[in-house]
């Protein structure tokens, strides 16, 4: 006869064990520079088919313009009347105004300076740029650029179905180019030394053998402090998808098949140090009661999860910004 399956635990929270920041075992050793450096130069290598996100999906909205700088172009993005989304050269083809200071009127964006209404046909000397909406995410292809052999889509990850995940999406810049930020995320050796307020235990139980079918994957296991010694237990598979991010996904434990992506995106050079936004898209999922609790107040958890996500890569992108420098100065040891 089938046996029953037993219910799942209440509360996804373990009381952890009692440890101090300066008794965990050292990490530097299995943190190898080879393995890492291996693994950054494989998917800087993968094709991005010259796509760039740019902002969160939510962020480009019907009733106004959103602009930003990507890769040193100036670009615009708006909604036309059905919520589709455009993005196009940010400077009128009139005399240069900025657009992203416009107006958007009836899925139209409308310059300010003088009134050029433009839209998805395009003016003389000024064409939208092909853009995607992930649901999550906006993305926006920049073919001079990149330079790549262009795709239809982003290289876009597996993620949980929309309409049962809760999202939220955390943006910061930092004084570094989009390489030292994967390189910070395909080092997971560093979270528990020095993000203890987040990780607890954190232990790589598998790293990219030569010759796997998937070179860049690392498996770890480590609890997520929520408060105290309380945590919450989980396995997380980190992989490139392409050469700007870098995906973790839960493949065990509370929250199986959830995901945070980061995705790093050059925005220019000011005063001869390049920018980068880190844009990251946590996308949870669980099948426990509570966590759909969780979903329907989605409006004061989102912020939660924004302020955790802000939190730690204040902390990485420092470290970031040291890496570019070093490598700027040829000090780096890598």
């Not at 998917?43 to 999906?57: D, E, I, K, T």
């Not at 926006?140 to 597996?158: A, C, I």
């Not at 995940?165 to 955390?170: F, G, K, P, Q, Y």
């Not at 989009?178 to 997971?188: F, G, H, K, T």
Request: hydrophobic fraction near 40%.
């Amino acid at each position: 006869m089938p046996q029953p399956v037993p219910e799942p635990r209440r509360s996804p929270l373990r009381r952890l064990p009692a440890t101090r920041w300066s008794r965990q075992a050292p990490t530097w050793r299995e943190a190898s520079p080879a393995v890492i450096g291996a693994a950054l130069k494989r998917a800087l290598a993968r094709p991005s088919g010259n796509w760039y996100v740019f902002a969160a999906s939510d962020e480009v909205r019907a009733d106004r313009p959103f602009g930003r700088v990507v890769a040193g172009t100036e670009i615009v993005a708006w909604r036309d009347s059905e919520g589709g989304l455009h993005a196009a050269p940010g400077a009128c083809p009139h005399l240069g105004a900025p657009l992203c200071r416009g107006a958007v009127d009836s899925g139209r964006l409308v310059c300010r300076w003088h009134g050029l209404s433009l839209g998805a046909e395009g003016f003389p000397g000024w064409r939208p740029y092909p853009c995607h909406d992930d649901g999550v995410l906006a993305w926006v292809r920049l073919d001079d650029v990149g330079g790549e052999e262009p795709l239809p889509r982003p290289v876009l990850p597996e993620r949980p179905a929309a309409a049962t995940a809760l999202t939220a999406v955390e943006s910061l810049v930092g004084r570094c180019e989009p390489e030292d930020v994967v390189a910070n995320r395909l080092d997971p050796w560093h979270g528990s030394w020095f993000h203890p307020y987040s990780f607890v235990g954190l232990r790589v139980t598998e790293t990219p053998p030569e010759g796997a079918p998937d070179p860049d994957r690392m498996v770890a296991e480590v609890a997520f402090r929520v408060a105290g010694r309380w945590g919450v237990p989980v396995r997380a598979a980190f992989s490139c998808p392409e050469p700007r991010t870098v995906v973790m996904h839960i493949i065990g434990g509370e929250g199986e098949g959830s995901v945070v992506e980061t995705h790093a995106t050059p925005l220019g050079v000011r005063d001869g140090v390049p920018s980068t936004a880190v844009i990251e898209a946590t996308v949870a999922s669980s099948e426990r009661a509570g966590f759909r609790l969780a979903a329907r107040a989605a409006p004061l958890v989102r912020p939660l999860m924004r302020a955790a996500a802000r939190r730690l890569w204040r902390d990485d992108l420092a470290y970031a910004e040291r890496r570019y420098a070093l490598r700027a100065s040829g000090r780096w040891p890598g």
